[in-house]
Every structure is written in C-alpha cells, then in structure tokens.
C-alpha cells in the first residue's frame, strides 16, 4: 500500500500598509497582520519579491517601507513541510506626481508710499492651489487657472516664495526662485550756490558760481535766474556781478523716491572794493606815559579780512605778534604794526601803521615864561600879544590868561591878543601841565606900560612890507620898504609857544627888504610868529605853514 498524508497549509494573515504618497516622497509601509512561528514571508511586488524570507514570530510583521508603485502581496512557506500559500489578498501603492513647476515672477523696489509691487507666477495648472509665504507668514493663497497668476501688490518688505498644492493628492512643492520686494525711503533734493568767495565778488572781477546738487539724481536740470532774468543751464555758471544782484538756482531732480522735484537756492551778492590793507594804532593810557609805566597798544585793521595776522616792530625790531602788544617803552620808541590781510579783495597782502612815537615823562613841575610882542611898551590901541613859553608842559598843557587877576574868558591858548591894554595892566598866564606822571600848574606874570604917545614906529608904512606866499610851505620872501635910511634888521621867527625857531640878520639899502626865508624841512603846520627888530623897535607879523 502507499500512505497519502495531507500536510496543512500556514495559516492565513491579512496583508496590511499600502497606500498613495507623493513622488519624492517616503514611501508606504506593507506587513501582514500576523505570523507563525517556523512559517517564512516573503513580499511580492508583482511577480518579483522585493522582500524576505522574514520568519514568522508569532505577531504581525512589516516588511518596511516600499517605494515602487504596484500591487503586493504575501507567500508563506512552512520551513518544515515546504507547504506554501498566498496569504490572503494584497496592497497597493500609488505615486503621485507633484505639481509642475512654475518660476516666481515680480517683485523689485518701490518708494516708500507708494502702493506696492506686483509678485506671481510664470504659469498655474487647474486644481492646484498656489500660497504665497513672505518670509514664513502666509501672504495670500489662489488656485491655479493654466494661466499665468499675480498674487497682486505687495507692500511689505522682504522674501517671497509659492508653494503649490495638488488639491486631490495634497502633494505640496516650492516652486523654483524667489521674488525680493524692497522699500525705497523717499529723499528730499536740495541744491545750494558755492563760490569762491561765497556770496561776496570783487569789484570789476567776474566770478563763477557753482550747483551742488543733493539727491539731484543722475541727470538734474539746472536754470540760472539773474534779477529775474533767466540765464545759463549749466551746472556753473559765471558773469561780472554788480553789488545787490540776485543769483537764483532751480534745480529739477530726476532721482528715484524724489519727494519733490524742484528746489531752488538764492543768495544776494555784494560786490567789494579792491582795498589794500590797512591798520591803525591806539595806545592805552596813551602815547606819553609817566615813566615806569606800560603801554597797550591795540591794532584795528581795516580791509584786513576774516583772520587778519599782525606783526609789531619797535625801532624796526620784531616786538611781538597779535592784536594787542603790552610793554614798558623807552622814551623816543617808534611802534609800528604790520597787518598781513586776508580780505577777499585785497590789492596788496600787507599793510602798515603809521609810525607811533612814544613819550616818557618824569615827575616834573612847569615853568613859565612870558614875552609880549611887539614889546611890553605900547601905545594906547596898540595891539600887543602876549605869547607863554613852557617847559615841563607836556604835549599839550591847558592855558588860561587873565588880566589883573581875572580870567580872561576864551583866552586858553599860548598867546593872548588884545588891544584893550591899560597902563600898568598885569597879565599872567596859569599853566596846566599835561604831564603823564601828573597834572602840576605854574604860572607868570608881566606888567605893560601903555603910554598916550604913539611909540615910534619901526616901520612907517606897514602896508608896503608883505610876506608872499602867506600861507606858505616854510619858504617864503619878506619885500617892501621899511620907510629908513640904509639900517641892519634882526628877523626872528617864534612858534607860538616863545620858542625861537628861525632868526637871521638883513641889511635894508634905503630901507627896501627883499629877503628869502627858509625854514628847516622839519617844521610843522601852524601859525608862526615874525618879529623885525631894530635896536629898541620893532615889528610884529604873523606867518601861516600849511604844507
């Protein structure tokens, strides 16, 4: 006989997992629910096993994740009996597409404002949804229309990206690229006038002015206005300006984010003098000073610019530098001041003082002395002058005449004239020193002799002498007939303080004078007096230097 034995089958499990995913994806898991022990499972994809043997261990098992498309299934082989079976039926996997690609579009700057930039896609596809993310916030979402999409203005600033979404599989994709948006602050153009000299010319120069523009932009459009008038186009722009004139300036901008335009600059222009420098000295307490005393000196220019420089020299010897100079002078030391200009205008670069001679006084009192012309003797309704010589006076001591005592009022000066003498009349003269050191007074008197009988006079005929030129520059010549017989003269010169400047001898042949005077270079302007003298007798002139 031959035994039949019927060997049983693995016992059945249901087959799990499968499933869609998306392309690019994972995968899906396939296992079956259960399994034996002693059983081997292998997986199928189709015909072809893709996984196993994998023992049975009495609980379900998972062949792992799979990723090719298909339908899977399980065999089960009993490892002792060879005995094999399907396991009951299958899984399927399915890959779904992502959504095509589509490059982001738009985006760029926009001015800070305005409404935005546009952002989209090159291209959609129906039934997929498109959202737009800024940075990772969300910024709209459209469904695609096989059309081109603009997700509209878009204002904030920053990234953007799309995302697309297939609506029936929900496989999600970025699309490729991304859109920048960029917010462009709003500038203000500005122009300004530069020159030289700013807003100052030189008179007879012409002087060039020039645009700075602000924001202006690559291409700005200037307009030059003169007064009104509309004149160059260019950038700079030069002309011979006349004192008052008004320069205008507009400027039209063509940069981007321009909050205007236009702008416009003015300046009024002032035309200066071609001056060369020039500086003056003041001293404090003064040009004579007590001695031991210092002395400021202060400059004070004039066309000497912005930041004038200055240079004191004493004796022609650098003494110093600046504004103010403070020393202990000498009697006798002439100061100057060198101003170095920076005056826009300037025709020379340097100027100097005039020579300031400092006087030093010491501590003494005036003394006094009187002298009258033509002489103390008169003739009743004769004029006589009276004339004070001064020493330690000062440079300018004060004087006051009186008359028996009395103040003459107005009578302050050296000489004092009058015709009104009586006989036996005193007049004296009360000096106030100007001395630095201190103001001391002295004083002096003489008496006149005023007699009834006319004093013979010297020269009979005062008509026919005359000084010519009078006034003169320190030369001039004495002529005319003195009315004697052949005589020799003194001519005697005084300045009004008695002092003595000019005296010489002349011989008159039958009393006709024809003589040259002239004087040292050094004499000053004023008034003079001129005495003609004959032993007792005598003549008195008054001679004017204006030179």
């Avoid at 546009?118 to 469904?143: C, K, M, R």
Wanted: glycine content about 12%; aromatic content about 8%.
């Amino acid at each position: 006989s031959a035994p039949v034995t019927e060997l049983p089958l693995p016992q059945a499990f249901a087959l799990t997992g499968g499933g869609n995913y998306c392309e690019g994806g994972a995968g899906q898991h396939v296992g079956i629910s259960g399994s034996s022990s002693g059983i081997n499972y292998s997986l199928y994809n189709g015909s072809s096993m893709v996984a196993g043997p994998a023992p049975g261990l009495g609980f379900g098992l998972d062949f792992g994740v799979q990723t090719a498309q298909g339908t899977y299934t399980v065999v089960a082989k009993n490892v002792s009996t060879s005995c094999v079976s399907y396991m009951p039926g299958s899984v399927s996997i399915q890959v779904n597409p992502m959504p095509y690609e589509f490059a982001v579009t738009g985006g760029g700057n926009y001015c800070a404002g305005a409404s935005g930039v546009h952002i989209g896609l090159a291209a959609s596809t129906s039934g997929i949804s498109y959202t737009l993310f800024n940075g990772g916030a969300q910024a709209g979402t459209y469904s695609g229309s096989g059309m081109a999409l603009d997700f509209g203005l878009q204002t904030a600033a920053g990234n953007y990206t799309v995302q697309s979404t297939d609506l029936s599989t929900a496989c999600t994709i970025n699309m490729p690229g991304s859109a920048e948006v960029a917010i462009t602050p709003l500038i203000v153009p500005s122009v300004s006038i530069l020159s030289a000299l700013g807003d100052t010319a030189c008179a007879g120069l012409a002087a060039t002015y020039t645009a700075i523009a602000v924001n202006g932009g690559p291409a700005p459009v200037y307009q030059w206005i003169v007064n009104g008038i509309t004149t160059g186009t260019d950038s700079s722009y030069t002309y011979l300006p006349s004192d008052g004139d008004i320069i205008g300036l507009t400027m039209t901008s063509n940069a981007t984010c321009a909050l205007a335009s236009v702008s416009m600059a003015e300046a009024i222009v002032t035309v200066l003098a071609n001056k060369a420098p020039v500086v003056n000295i003041s001293a404090n307490p003064g040009l004579e000073v007590c001695q031991g005393t210092s002395v400021s000196l202060t400059a004070t220019p004039l066309y000497g610019g912005d930041s004038p420089s200055f240079k004191w020299l004493k004796n022609g010897t650098i003494l110093g530098a600046g504004t103010t100079l403070s020393y202990l002078p000498s009697s006798g030391d002439v100061v100057t001041c060198e101003l170095s200009s920076n005056y826009q205008c300037r025709v020379a670069n340097t100027g100097t003082s005039l020579p300031s001679t400092i006087i030093v006084d010491s501590p003494s009192i005036p003394m006094v002395s009187i002298t009258a012309y033509p002489s103390a003797a008169i003739a009743a309704g004769e004029s006589a002058t009276v004339v004070a010589s001064v020493v330690h006076g000062g440079s300018a001591p004060y004087y006051q005449w009186y008359v028996n005592g009395v103040i003459v009022p107005g009578a302050v000066n050296p000489s004092f004239t009058s015709r009104d003498f009586a006989n036996a009349d005193v007049v004296s003269c009360k000096v106030l020193s100007s001395n630095a050191c201190g103001q001391e007074s002295a004083s002096e008197a003489i008496t006149l002799s005023v007699s009834n009988v006319s004093v013979a006079q010297l020269i009979s005929a005062p008509a026919d002498i005359t000084i010519v030129p009078n006034p003169n520059k320190g030369i001039f010549v004495l002529k005319g007939n003195t009315g004697s017989s052949d005589a020799e003269f003194t001519i005697e010169l005084t300045n009004m303080l008695g002092q003595v400047i000019y005296r010489n001898k002349v011989f008159a042949p039958n009393g006709i004078i024809n003589e040259k005077v002239q004087l040292n270079n050094d004499i000053v302007n004023g008034m003079y007096l001129l005495n003609i003298r004959s032993g007792s007798e005598s003549k008195l002139f008054h001679v004017v230097v204006e030179k």
